[in-house]
Each structure stands twice: as structure tokens, then as C-alpha cells.
């Protein structure tokens, strides 16, 4: 795929004010101010626990094919949280949280907060959301502390950021997500069809799942995500794009292509899913953030 990429615009002439930390339910962007230390979920499957660094897509892959227990993930302990702000390597430490209606990682980042005491001063900000719109908050926490902002202006521009963006993702079967217990509202929804391939989003009110559209097909499922981006937006607005997949990279590109034909694209880059989220939505999947012309910042 030929990536559209506006470069972030940074000053970077003065010294951050504060430090950036997140956890494993980030997907990161190489394109995008991503690179932070990052407090790591686990899978575990059967008696073998496995951290996020620790396994790759590929073995995840073959293991969710072989490996007769079925996975479950784990959020980061308060210790990882605390290893995540020491690496950060200054006193003043923003700490960005996976959606607290999706997992118990800001829970540990406050007992993290507490047990850290006088030695650091840890802000904690619930992004509601996960994976690539996780991502985009933290490239408006990390344009902030480039330009030397305030911690209180980075927040305001992730809360920005939050407002503008939508997470919509397809997957090829709600098995996964059955067997983990994650399916709540949009089990609902489809009313037990399970055989339909649900067009899913985060709420921003609750921060949990809830399914926005469904498909007879997951070809016809990359497609609704597309369409309901251009039902969300208006067809002909500028847009970036952080594209997802799982299993099959070409699921990403096609995506696009379907964007392409209806939106000017000023930004996109595209990245795997990390194990852990695989974990309930398994290897084929597909997923976009996407969001209205330039950064808020830049207007």
C-alpha cells in the first residue's frame, strides 16, 4: 500500500515537560508519536503465560490453530505499570489507559500511582477506547510533550482527538470473542445470529463494544466498515486513517481502496494487531481509526 503521511508538526527545539507511558492495548503507528514504554498484557494459554513483547503474531497464529486451550488475556499488573514509568525517565508521567469499560488496566495503573508515592507524579487519562484510536490519543500526548506544552493542553488535545475519531473493526467469526465473554451488546444485537459478521465500534459514553452494522459475508464486512466511515464523516471529507489487520495484510489495503473512491486521504499508515487483542477477535480481522482532516492542533 502507497501510505499518504503528513509529517507530525513537532518543536522540538524545547525539553518535554512531562513523560508518556501506555499499555498493551495500544497499536502503534511508526508514522505516529507511538514509541513510549508500554506496560505489557499477557496471553496465557493453558499453564504458559506469554507477554505482549514476548510473542509474536505469527506464533500467536499458529497457536490459536493448535493449541487445544483456548487463550485468555491478562491486563498489566501494577508493577508493570511502575516499570513502564521508570522507564520514562522523568518525574511528571502521563499514563495512557486502554478503555476502562474494556479491561482493568487503569485499576492497576492507580495502585501503580499510589505505590510509586512522592518519586513520580503519574496523570492518568482513560483514552475510552483501544488499539489504533488508542494510538492516535497518544500522538496528541506525544505532540504535546515534543512542543514543550502543558500536561493539561495534552490532554485537551487527546480529549479532541477523541471526540473526532471512530474505531470501527470486522472480524470472520465471533467465536473468539464468544469464548472470552466480550461479545455483550453486540450478541445482543445480532440477536444470536452468529453466522452474520458484525461491523463493531467502541461507545463513547460506556467505552465497551457495540456492533453498528453487520454483513453476510466478511468480504462484505471490510466493505460495511468502509461505508459506515463514510456515513460518519459525509463522502468527500478529508480524512487519516490508521488501518488494522490481523492474519491477511491485504485485508488492510482493500479497506483503503474502498476509501479511496470516496474521500481525499491526507494521512494513513497501516499495523498489525497486537497479540493480545487477537486474543478475542482472532486471526481475521480488519479495523480502521479514522478521522476528519488535520490534527486539531493544526487547524
Known sequence: MTQERMTPGTNQSASPRFGIVTDGGLDAYPSLLNDVPVAPFSVTFGDASY????????DLF????SNPNHPTSSQPTPQDWMEAVRRAGVRDVLGVTISAGLSGSMNAAEQARQALGDDFNLTLHDSGTLSAAQAFQLHAAGTAAARSETLETAREWMRAVHEETELYFTIETLEYLRRGGRIGRVQATLGGLLNLKPVVTVDKQG????NVGRARSYRGGMEAVATQVTRRFGEGTPLRVGLLYGSVREDADEVLGHLKGRHPIVWSDVTGVNPVLNVHTGPRTVGIAAAPGAWPWER
Open 51 to 58: 507477554r505482549t513483547n514476548e510473542i509474536s503474531r505469527a
Open 62 to 65: 499458529r497457536m490459536l490453530e
Open 207 to 210: 467505552g465497551t463494544y457495540t
